[in-house]
């Protein structure tokens, strides 16, 4: 029997058959999807791309927004940790409070002001020309009136050195701490009154912890 191209022609014939079955069945396999879903198809990946392009944008949003932020908090606003219970219950240890930047405060503000290459928070008691006097139970009188304290849990007379009456000074302010039995404040001649020079900025905001979020008031 002769050979064809290495292959007798039978043998030839049987596989050239079985490659056409395997082409038409390929091509009976084919089949195009119908027209509805194409479009359900095409309406996913635009959707897809109206996320992504949302996406993009709230992230350039959110970046001006930073930056923004940013540039508050370093011209308007500060945010400083409490370092201790001086002025306890209206600060506790390690809260965070939000400073807003100013000279300007008044009797009953929390200021923070600079000493001794730190921050320092306390109250406002008394402005320039008050006299401040304190008796033997803790209370405080200004200009001869006691002072009204709720936001003093217990009145001592804690540690001073300060002589009383006492009248605060031209461009000063008298600052005590809420929690008199710890707090180094005006009352000890090392730090005294406080110049405006020295004021940061008045604590407005508490921002953590959670639990006690919230504006500050006096």
């Given at each position: 029997?002769n050979?064809?191209?290495?292959r007798?022609?039978?043998?030839?014939?049987s596989?050239?058959?079985?490659?056409?079955?395997k082409?038409?069945?390929?091509?009976?396999?084919?089949?195009?999807?119908p027209?509805?879903?194409?479009?359900?198809?095409?309406?996913?990946?635009?959707?897809?791309?109206?996320?992504?392009?949302?996406?993009?944008?709230?992230t350039?949003?959110?970046?001006?927004?930073?930056?923004?932020?940013?540039?508050?908090?370093?011209?308007?606003?500060?945010?400083?940790?409490?370092?201790?219970?001086?002025?306890?219950?209206?600060?506790?240890?390690?809260?965070?409070?939000?400073?807003?930047?100013?000279?300007?405060?008044?009797?009953?503000?929390?200021?923070?002001?600079?000493?001794?290459?730190?921050?320092?928070?306390?109250?406002?008691?008394?402005?320039?020309?008050?006299?401040?006097?304190?008796?033997?139970?803790?209370n405080?009188?200004?200009?001869?009136?006691?002072?009204?304290?709720?936001y003093?849990?217990?009145?001592k007379?804690g540690?001073?050195?300060?002589?009383?009456?006492?009248?605060v000074?031209?461009?000063?302010?008298?600052?005590?701490?809420?929690?008199?039995?710890?707090?180094?404040?005006?009352?000890?001649?090392?730090?005294?009154?406080?110049?405006?020079?020295?004021?940061?900025?008045?604590?407005?905001?508490?921002?953590?912890?959670?639990?006690?979020?919230?504006?500050?008031?006096?």
């Amino acid at each position: 029997m002769n050979q064809v191209g290495g292959r007798y022609p039978e043998e030839r014939s049987s596989m050239d058959k079985e490659k056409k079955e395997k082409e038409e069945g390929r091509s009976e396999r084919l089949e195009v999807p119908p027209i509805n879903d194409l479009r359900m198809e095409l309406a996913r990946e635009e959707a897809r791309y109206e996320f992504r392009k949302a996406l993009l944008n709230i992230t350039g949003i959110l970046a001006v927004a930073a930056a923004i932020a940013a540039l508050v908090m370093t011209r308007i606003l500060i945010l400083l940790q409490v370092n201790g219970n001086s002025m306890a219950p209206a600060l506790e240890d390690a809260e965070i409070v939000i400073l807003y930047q100013t000279k300007e405060a008044e009797p009953g503000d929390i200021i923070g002001f600079y000493y001794g290459g730190k921050i320092l928070l306390k109250r406002v008691i008394g402005s320039a020309g008050d006299e401040i006097d304190m008796d033997g139970d803790g209370n405080i009188y200004i200009n001869g009136v006691i002072l009204d304290e709720p936001y003093v849990s217990e009145k001592k007379q804690g540690k001073y050195d300060q002589e009383f009456p006492y009248r605060v000074p031209e461009n000063m302010v008298f600052v005590l701490g809420d929690n008199r039995a710890v707090s180094l404040d005006s009352r000890v001649r090392s730090i005294g009154c406080v110049e405006d020079g020295q004021i940061v900025g008045k604590a407005v905001f508490r921002a953590w912890p959670f639990e006690r979020i919230g504006r500050l008031r006096y």
